[in-house]
């Protein structure tokens, strides 16, 4: 059980309702930096037929007191919150010659994005040695991601 909870802080999990700090989103706030990343979500989801509504949600980057978290999805009831790490993305900041950059951050966009658009939670099974899902609760490699990106597209979008 206590493993199961640690991982399941890795990556965030969040969807805890914090009213205690309740913010009013009013529409869709999304950081300029992060656009392209939710755009890509909307289209591969719509790829597979699912029709993505973004209504009252803020998606924007913060600073992680624990530096394993490298997104968050906070689920307040009349609006939810998307939070990326400002430390993960300036770490990949230094090497935006790479093309690995775009997938390193868009993993991490899409996974919160599959709790706070899609309302999915950690799936944290394998296949062949690679964790199935992006809903893994561990962040998986870029490489695998990259490799499979098609297979965990259509595993994001299409599973319950
Ligand atoms: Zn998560």
Redesign the pocket.
Known sequence: MRANLVKMAF????CLAFTACKSEVEGVSIAPELEPYVASFIQEAAVYGRDVQLENIKIDFASFDNSSYLGV?KDYGDHKEVFISIEYLNKYATQLASRTIVKDVEKVVF??LG?CAEGRE?KNSYINGRPESV?N?YALSTQDYEDFHSEYQEELHTAK
Do not use: D, N
Not at 11 to 14: E, F, R
């Open positions: 990556l965030a999990v969040s999805c996974h919160e709790h950690h809903m609760a």
